[in-house]
């Protein structure tokens, strides 16, 4: 490979697999893993992580969510850099975790060294790596949710999309009003779901608008709760996390599809 | 109207604002309008972050040093004239203005837009002593007439149609001798401009809001499409200006940094039809112009954000654009927001003025996406201070103790990654299993705060982490 | 009254973690900083004044003459008024300019406050800002603001050379030509306007339907 030349060793890796892709969508998980191997990266996916600390942080729980974070920096410092198929979760680790920190002399050094090497899976692959792709093939026209998180706290927009351009057979088509938000807002979706799903009823149909099969994005979180209001009003894209398609895993069932799908 | 306890108000008026197809088809137009212009004018201006991080700044040091501007300010008022009046809190301002209006045997009163002026209930302080108040500004006008609350800053009357708006005037208008209905809004329009010219040129006294205060000069400065705010600032004998005390801006050099992003951010125009800066009563020699001209100073809770965690909040120029950019907003409507200021701002501002526990859905209806702070002219961290509300709540255990419970829970679960994993494996696999052949579900015990408007995706078999150790073991 | 002014700056000071007014020398740099006038960003363009100043007044709705001296200035007055069947009963301010003009018999020409019938005020300009196609005009004892607001059309003539680059430069100007403010500084760009019926723009909301604009000079 092109990296392991230039090189001395690889670099090495950890992946912070989200509690959401570990819970509900593992093939999310093991997509990433193959895009950085494939990228000349050596992966290491400690095993004591469980969430980054979103749900607390977001609901003023901010000794909960220290505490978590003081777990996460512990587990994942050690490594040259940490990447996550999410950018409200790369987010929390970059944005949130520095300034949380902030008044802890002890933990502030160190929230802002993991944040230094913390990133969100495409950004990583194109702005650190310059990965070029694999050679995958997806047959079909898609268009790309860009999460609020991963597009305002971490810039991620062209290299998704850049990644994309290089997937065999795959067409690119932009939505009305990308930069809307989808209306997950992680616990928002629950405590507040009329707005929630009026906010998704207006994303899924500025995406079927555009005839794409498939709605594509790198945050399962918002990919969830879009496909789950595509079921509910019977539409028929298909739902995918970016890393799949980029892959070549998503072959089988998409999100809300079930196993043996039409 | 005051607020009521929040939680109950606010999901019964989402409903029925979700369900108001009107209001869902004006907010749809105002967002494409708003927000389209908006993005032109930026487009068409290079300087525009530049400008943005200039404001926020002049503002921030003009709040580090704001009695000495205000002192400034004030000395230049009184030089040209004037007279600046201190209010603590809202009532002492209407007491004040009361009496100034009093003084001056005042009977009709004409009134700009100005928030602060709602913000403090001046309308009906006036009014119960007998007073007649009319608003000038259009959509302040309309909204007056239907006795309502504004539902956006700049646009008050937005949620309005054409048909509501004839019925008002129709009814409200006959008997000034308008016996025929408008129907077109060419007809609406020229009507209240009919009807409000007698009331402007019969006005005792005038009262209007201000955009920006200027020590350099001591003038006060008011922007508007319609012209309103000068005709209720010159006709009148008496001039009354009500201004938080964060209004104040240094120099008239910083005055046009302001006015660059303001028409921008409220509107995408590149300036308001009228700008105008007032410094004092009429001249020894002006044929016309108020004799009187006050400044009203009002605190009423500002000198404690200065104070505070939430300063930079002080720096907000009431142009909207958070309201326009928020989809909660767009979705919701104002008068979801139970006060005079709505969207983000008033997410942020409406708790901080009349308490955490009376207005507790405000912060908490966010998806924290961030495009207020992105598209605000002074960069306030808006999403920061929803947080930060959240935070105070959580403190003071205010809102569902059930919503606490189980965040705590999963938090308490999470800090143990081997047990959490163990614990999760379970429900994972079996909703795997039970959603095998639908891929997803339309109801789930505990679950209808997703299910009500969505299927749940079903996990899809045993845990990345289950799977990946698994593999791992099965390596050589 | 007084008493709520002694508190509000105490509440302030304590807020900046002060007990009293800001040091003498600290006020001295804050009114040095007011005093220098210093510039911030701004939007820079090249392009011609008047070419731009003209482009931005049409794009809000507004009309305009140019004639190349003042002498030809009634006959635009005369055409305008013509052209939208306004009554020659003009209400007019005060200049260089406006006062050298002389009206045909059928005008008349009152030098007065405006009242909510007059149709037509004539006025004249302090400046023109190019920037945004702002005309400013300043309330003069002959030059009552009430011209800008209560009729239905206003008519402002504008030399030529009176038209500066950008807003700052009225700032300036205002600094270098008068002793002091007036009452009113009227930045004013384009007619009165209105989207508060169904979000679409509608002219004549509360001040001129139509604001027109003969520019002087050539």
Not at chain 1, 225 to 251: C, D, P, Q, T, Y
Not at chain 2, 34 to 63: G, N, Q, S, W, Y
Not at chain 2, 218 to 229: D, L
């Amino acid at each position: 490979m092109e990296d392991e030349a230039e090189n001395p060793r690889p670099i090495s890796v950890a992946l912070l697999v989200t509690c959401l892709v570990d819970l509900m969508r593992p093939n999310v998980g093991f997509a990433a893993v193959n895009l950085l191997q494939d990228a000349g990266c050596t992966v290491t996916v400690p095993r004591a992580q469980s969430c980054c600390g979103q749900p607390a942080y977001n609901n003023g729980d901010e000794s909960s969510t220290l505490a978590i974070g003081r777990q996460v920096i512990e587990v994942f410092e050690s490594f040259d850099y940490v990447v996550v198929p999410s950018g409200s979760c790369g987010g929390m680790l970059r944005e949130h975790y520095p300034r949380l920190f902030s008044a802890d002399l002890e933990w502030v050094n160190r929230a802002y060294a993991l944040a230094q090497k913390t990133y969100e899976l495409t950004e990583f692959l194109v702005d650190v790596i310059g990965y070029k792709g694999g050679n995958s093939h997806y047959s079909g026209l898609c268009t790309y949710h860009d999460s609020c998180a991963g597009l305002r706290e971490l810039g991620v927009r062209a290299q998704p999309r850049q990644l994309l351009a290089g997937v065999g057979d795959l067409e690119l088509i932009e939505m009305n009003e990308t930069d809307t938000c989808c209306g997950f807002g992680g616990t928002f979706s629950v405590k507040y779901p009329e707005i929630s799903g009026r906010l998704a009823a207006n994303k899924v149909a500025n995406a079927d608008r555009t005839d794409a099969d498939t709605l594509l994005g790198g945050d399962l979180g918002c990919l969830l709760h879009l496909a789950g209001r595509m079921r509910r009003e019977g539409r028929s894209l298909k739902v995918f996390h970016v890393a799949e398609v980029l892959a070549g895993m998503a072959s089988g069932p998409s999100i809300g599809e079930p196993e043996a799908s039409v | 109207m005051s607020t009521t306890t929040q939680t109950v108000t606010f999901g019964e008026q989402v409903d029925l604002a979700l369900n108001n197809v009107s209001l869902q088809q004006a907010m749809g137009r105002a967002e494409s309008g708003f927000v389209e212009t908006r993005r032109h004018c930026v487009e068409a201006m290079p300087e525009f972050e530049a400008l943005k991080d200039t404001a926020r700044d002049i503002k921030e040091h003009t709040l580090e040093h704001l009695d000495s501007y205000l002192e400034f300010f004030e000395e230049k008022v009184i030089e040209n004239g004037g007279t600046v009046h201190w209010a603590s809190s809202g009532e002492e301002a209407c007491r004040i203005i009361l009496g100034i209006c009093q003084q001056a045997d005042a009977r009709l009163v004409t009134k700009g837009k100005s928030m602060v002026a709602e913000e403090i209930h001046l309308n009906e302080a006036l009014e119960k002593a007998g007073l007649e108040v009319v608003e000038t500004d259009l959509g302040e006008y309309i909204i007056q007439l239907a006795n309502e609350m504004p539902s956006h800053i700049i646009a008050p009357a937005m949620h309005k149609t054409r048909s509501q708006i004839s019925e008002l005037f129709h009814t409200h208008h006959q008997s000034l001798g308008y016996v025929d209905k408008t129907t077109t809004r060419e007809e609406i329009v020229s009507e209240a401009r009919q009807v409000l010219r007698d009331v402007f040129v019969s006005a005792d006294v005038g009262i209007t809001g201000a955009n920006f205060l200027v020590a350099e000069t001591g003038s006060n400065v008011i922007v508007t499409n319609e012209g309103n705010g000068d005709l209720t600032s010159c006709l009148p004998r008496v001039h009354i200006i009500t201004a938080g005390i964060e209004k104040v801006i240094p120099s008239l050099e910083d005055l046009s940094v302001f006015l660059r992003l303001l028409a921008r951010s409220a509107t995408g125009q590149e300036m308001a039809a009228y700008t105008t800066l007032y410094t004092g009563p009429r001249r020894d020699d002006d044929p016309e112009g108020p004799e009187e001209y006050h400044v009203v100073l009002v605190d009423n809770g500002r000198s404690a954000m200065l104070a505070g965690n939430y300063r930079s909040m002080l720096r907000c120029i009431r142009c909207g654009a958070c309201l326009n950019h928020c989809p909660v907003y767009t979705a919701i409507g104002g008068h979801s927001y139970g006060w005079i200021y709505t969207g983000p701002m008033g997410a942020v501002l409406t708790p901080l003025m009349t308490g955490l526990d009376n207005a507790y859905d405000l912060p908490n209806a966010c998806t924290l996406n961030g495009r207020c702070q992105e598209v605000c002219p002074v960069r306030i961290p808006l999403p920061d201070f929803l947080r930060q509300h959240r935070v105070r709540q959580n403190q003071r255990r205010l809102g569902s103790g059930l919503s606490r419970r189980v965040v705590s829970m999963w938090a308490w679960l999470a800090r143990r990654p081997r047990f959490y994993q163990a614990v999760m494996a379970l429900p994972v696999r079996l909703l795997s299993y039970l959603g095998r052949h639908r891929g997803a579900f339309e109801k789930l015990p505990f679950g209808r705060g997703w299910t009500v408007v969505r299927d749940f995706p079903a996990p899809t078999g045993a845990t990345f982490q289950q799977q990946w150790q698994k593999r791992k073991r099965s390596e050589p | 009254m007084s008493d709520s002014r002694v508190e509000v700056l105490q509440r302030i000071r304590g807020a900046l973690k002060r007990t009293g007014p800001a040091d003498w020398s600290v006020q001295q740099s804050l009114q040095d900083r007011i005093a220098s006038h210093r510039i911030s960003v701004r939007p820079i363009y090249g392009e011609e004044v008047i070419a731009r100043f003209l482009d931005k007044h049409v794009a809000v709705h507004g009309t305009y003459d140019w004639v190349d001296a003042s002498n030809d200035v009634m006959d635009a007055v005369v055409a305008y008024l013509d052209r939208h069947s306004i009554a020659p009963k003009v209400v007019a301010g005060s200049g260089s300019m406006i006062d050298s003009l002389s009206w045909p018999n059928e005008c008349t020409v009152e030098r007065r406050p405006a009242v909510k019938l007059d149709k037509v005020a004539i006025s004249e300009a302090f400046v023109g800002i190019a920037e945004t196609g702002t005309l400013v005009l300043l309330s003069a004892p002959s030059a009552p603001a009430s011209h800008n607001y209560l009729p239905d059309d206003q008519i402002v003539l504008l030399d030529i050379k009176r038209v500066v680059r950008y807003q700052e430069d009225v700032w300036t100007l205002l600094r270098d030509e008068l002793a002091r403010l007036p009452r009113t500084v009227s930045l004013i760009t384009g007619p009165s306007k209105t989207g508060d019926v169904e979000q679409t723009i509608e002219y004549g909301a509360h001040g001129p339907r139509r604001l027109h604009i003969i520019l002087i000079g050539s």
